[in-house]
């Protein structure tokens, strides 16, 4: 498996989920969502917590062998992160077969580098490469703080971008004022039931849920090996259905402008083939 050779501290140092739990309820923070990604032999878990200064996110990545180490970061970091996951991933993708015995690289490995600067702490992104595979490799540094990192396979990157763009689309970016709901909260025996559409070998389904930022679309994309979703806030249902109406219009319009033309075109074609008879045939069959 493809990570660096860092240090980090042994599972028998870290409480089990359900101690953190009850740990950070008495620390007044509270646990909003939590997702695990499995890659390769590692486990990632992405929560979503809040407490009196506001929403943040923890990334704690857990090694086969229950090593574990974690970074934490405000709702704007996990933001900007994101989109350099983003990049990142486009990258990778432009690099073709990891070769174990590639001669071309760095001393380091490293293929490319991004930070990230907020407040006292700082966040390094690294993709490296090394007889193993590649990786990504995020630091975190604080003034007051030691540093911890996490690597996660190259593979992986995409699926924690995701990931994390569902957690930020759902709980929200703290700059981002907008993303606030203004609409009264429903409770959630009352939203409307899931729908579910199958399009060839996809499944789309549309599932209403609601949370403390208000109520939200998620529809998502299944396929074989293969699921993607977007979630949207209500108060953009309208515009959200309202784009979709305008494609739909805009491509009736089209199509019923190609059948017109492809109708004059036949119709133009059937009058020059008249107009082409020789006369004396007309004459001939007078006769």
Same mark, same amino acid.
Do not use: C
């Given at each position: +498996?493809?990570?660096?050779?860092?240090?980090?501290?042994?599972?028998?140092?870290?409480?089990? *989920?359900?101690?953190?739990?009850?740990?950070?309820?008495? #620390? $007044?923070?509270?646990?909003?969502?939590?997702?695990?990604?499995?890659?390769?032999?590692?486990? &990632?878990?992405?929560d979503?917590?809040?407490?009196?200064?506001?929403? &943040?996110?923890?990334?704690?990545? =857990?090694?086969? $062998?229950?090593?574990?180490?974690?970074?934490?970061?405000? +709702?704007? @970091?996990?933001?900007?992160?994101?989109?350099?996951?983003?990049?990142?991933?486009?990258?990778?993708?432009?690099?073709?077969?990891?070769? /174990?015995?590639?001669?071309?690289?760095?001393?380091?490995?490293?293929?490319?580098?991004?930070?990230?600067?907020?407040?006292?702490r700082?966040?390094?992104?690294?993709?490296?490469?090394?007889?193993? $595979?590649?990786?990504?490799?995020?630091?975190? @540094?604080?003034?007051?703080?030691?540093?911890?990192?996490?690597?996660? /396979?190259?593979? $992986? @990157?995409?699926?924690? *971008?995701?990931?994390?763009?569902?957690?930020?689309?759902?709980?929200?970016?703290?700059d981002?004022?907008?993303?606030?709901?203004?609409? /009264?909260?429903?409770?959630?025996?009352?939203?409307?039931?899931?729908?579910?559409?199958?399009?060839?070998?996809?499944?789309?389904?549309f599932?209403?849920?609601?949370?403390?930022?208000?109520?939200?679309?998620?529809?998502?994309? =299944?396929? #074989?090996?293969?699921?993607a #979703?977007?979630?949207?806030?209500?108060?953009?249902?309208?515009?959200?259905?309202?784009?979709?109406s305008? &494609?739909?219009?805009?491509?009736?319009?089209?199509?019923?402008? #190609?059948?017109?033309?492809?109708?004059?075109?036949?119709?133009?074609?059937?009058?020059?083939?008249?107009?082409? @008879?020789?006369?004396?045939?007309?004459?001939?069959?007078k006769?």
């Amino acid at each position: +498996m493809a990570e660096g050779g860092y240090n980090i501290q042994s599972r028998n140092t870290y409480p089990d *989920r359900m101690q953190q739990s009850q740990q950070s309820a008495s #620390a $007044g923070e509270e646990e909003l969502a939590t997702k695990t990604l499995h890659i390769q032999s590692k486990r &990632f878990y992405l929560d979503v917590k809040q407490n009196r200064r506001g929403r &943040f996110i923890k990334i704690a990545e =857990v090694s086969a $062998g229950g090593r574990k180490s974690r970074i934490l970061m405000s +709702m704007n @970091v996990a933001s900007e992160l994101r989109d350099h996951l983003d990049t990142f991933n486009e990258h990778i993708r432009t690099l073709g077969e990891h070769n /174990p015995n590639n001669q071309q690289l760095t001393e380091d490995g490293r293929l490319r580098s991004a930070l990230i600067t907020r407040d006292d702490r700082k966040y390094y992104l690294d993709l490296k490469e090394n007889d193993r $595979g590649r990786f990504l490799r995020i630091s975190m @540094v604080g003034i007051n703080t030691p540093r911890t990192q996490i690597a996660l /396979p190259a593979q $992986g @990157v995409e699926e924690l *971008r995701d990931t994390l763009n569902n957690l930020l689309e759902e709980f929200g970016n703290e700059d981002d004022k907008d993303s606030i709901e203004s609409l /009264p909260a429903i409770e959630a025996s009352k939203l409307p039931e899931s729908k579910f559409l199958r399009v060839g070998n996809k499944n789309f389904y549309f599932d209403i849920g609601s949370n403390s930022r208000g109520v939200f679309l998620r529809i998502s994309e =299944v396929r #074989a090996n293969f699921r993607a #979703a977007i979630t949207v806030p209500e108060k953009s249902w309208p515009r959200f259905r309202d784009n979709i109406s305008d &494609f739909i219009l805009a491509m009736d319009k089209e199509r019923n402008n #190609a059948l017109s033309t492809e109708d004059k075109s036949r119709l133009n074609s059937g009058n020059e083939d008249k107009s082409s @008879v020789p006369q004396s045939s007309f004459g001939e069959n007078k006769k």
